[in-house]
């Protein structure tokens, strides 16, 4: 089993920034890939952003790409999402996922979901 919360999710005006983080407890987090995704009121979650078990390999959805980055450090059990430009179309709940071995854009992939942490952006 894995454990996953995330945080730093909050208010904030567009063009602004905001970091979320992962906090991962539990089994070996080094040998799970970890994504990204977000659900908006009314809509269907969707794919953020994936990093490797090992971060070398990074993955964005195109509505993110170039604002968002994906981090992770095994040593602190913790995956980082930094998200600049925002836009009020990203407003969501925004979840963090793991699975074992690669990653995939697809949440049903994922077997460990933490609670999610709500981001607005204001216009």
């Known amino acids: 089993q894995v454990q996953l919360v995330e945080s730093g999710g909050g208010l904030v005006q567009a063009g602004g920034s905001l970091r979320l983080s992962c906090a991962a407890s539990?089994?070996?987090?080094?040998?799970?890939?970890v994504g990204w995704f977000r659900q908006a009121p009314g809509k269907e979650r969707e794919f953020v952003a994936a990093i490797s078990y090992t971060g070398r390999s990074t993955y964005y959805a195109d509505s993110v790409k170039g604002r968002f980055t994906i981090s992770r450090d095994n040593a602190k059990n913790t995956v980082s999402l930094q998200m600049i430009s925002l836009r009020p179309e990203d407003t969501a709940v925004y979840y963090c996922?793991?699975?074992?071995?690669?990653?995939?854009?697809?949440?049903?992939?994922?077997?460990?979901w933490g609670q999610g942490t709500q981001v607005t952006v204001s216009s």
């Open positions: 996922a793991a699975r074992s071995g690669g990653y995939y854009t697809g949440s049903s992939q994922y077997n460990y």
């Open positions: 539990g089994r070996t987090f080094s040998n799970y890939a």
